[in-house]
């Protein structure tokens, strides 16, 4: 990994590195002195306040903030798998708020993996990092071993294809516990296709299933996240509604009869069918001084 001094850009200072599968960027905010927006390729990947782990910029991570205070009473150890590491955010986060919690963070670029090491240290949470692609260290984790297991990779701004099918969800439910969770990251627009085979994915492995998002993404208006939501058991749907719909940028919880609307006319994305997320808008995931930050 070759590191390039620090160095101011405009109000910002910033730290670039080539890493391995690209040029990193972590970008200073000035409006928290401690805080650092990691970006690959342009593309804006996490947020992290380094004083404050409880402070979630990114509206999407809000919402997985909520669904993490939701599965267990307040401040009881979680057993999380991050498959998809950035700069370790919400793993922060599980740590700050459930101390104790064993956390397993797979990260693909061991180079990237460096630099938030190196330059965000998490020194006080119980990381067990992982370098390897996310499909296949969720192999390595014991059946039933984890509580939530959170999906949060991009490649180029997209979801890589092969952490879409049946056959990569089949693998996460494995390593749940009867009453884990799987949480995933989407990214899609307009008449959300790729969203609803998710959906439907989903339903092919679990029997319980709800999206989080904003109303104008869930209705086709913007390009946005849903955090999709799946589980063997029950989802504390009434607790997370609630929470989400307080939230300074609400969401809203889609379950039961509307979600099985939603996906009734998709297919199951299989491994032969899988296909990468769509395409962003330019500069959606771009710098967060830009007008559409993003996430990944």
């Given at each position: 990994m070759s590191e390039a001094p620090d160095e101011p850009a405009g109000s910002s200072l910033v730290v670039r590195a080539e890493v391995d599968h690209g040029l990193a960027e972590l970008v200073s905010d000035p409006d928290r002195p401690s805080s650092w927006t990691l970006l690959v390729d342009g593309t804006a990947?996490?947020?992290?306040?380094?004083?404050?782990?409880t402070h979630l910029e990114f509206e999407y991570l809000r919402r997985l903030g909520h669904v993490v205070d939701v599965l267990a009473p307040p401040g009881a150890p979680l057993r999380v798998a991050h498959l998809g590491g950035?700069?370790?955010?919400?793993?922060?986060?599980?740590?700050?708020?459930r101390p104790g919690s064993p956390?397993?963070?797979?990260?693909?670029?061991?180079?990237?993996?460096?630099?938030?090491?190196?330059?965000?240290?998490?020194?006080?949470?119980?990381?067990?990092?992982?370098?390897?692609?996310?499909?296949a260290m969720a192999l390595d984790l014991a059946p039933g071993a984890v509580d939530l297991v959170?999906?949060?990779v991009f490649a180029g701004a997209r979801i890589p294809a092969h952490l879409t099918s049946v056959e990569f969800a089949t693998l996460v439910a494995r390593a749940l516990a009867p009453d884990g969770v799987l949480a995933v990251n989407l990214a899609d627009g307009g008449p959300l296709d790729f969203a609803r085979g998710q959906v439907a994915t989903a339903a092919a492995v679990f029997g319980h299933r709800a999206v989080v998002a904003a109303a104008d993404v869930w209705h086709g208006r913007r390009f946005g996240n849903l955090v999709l939501l799946a589980s063997p058991a029950e989802l504390p749907l009434a607790d997370l509604a609630r929470a989400c719909?307080?939230?300074?940028f609400p969401s809203a919880v889609r379950h039961g009869a509307e979600?099985?609307?939603?996906?009734?006319?998709?297919?199951v994305v299989t491994d032969r069918t899988a296909t990468p997320s769509p395409v962003p808008p330019a500069g959606f995931f771009g710098r967060p001084a830009e007008p559409s930050p993003g996430s990944g």
């Open positions: 990947q996490s947020h992290v306040d380094l004083d404050d782990p950035g700069a370790w955010t919400l793993a922060r986060y599980v740590a700050a708020t956390q397993t963070v797979v990260e693909l670029d061991g180079a990237l993996a460096d630099l938030v090491r190196t330059r965000l240290p998490a020194d006080d949470t119980l990381l067990d990092l992982r370098i390897g692609d996310a499909r959170v999906v949060d719909a307080a939230d300074p979600l099985r609307r939603f996906a009734r006319t998709a297919a």
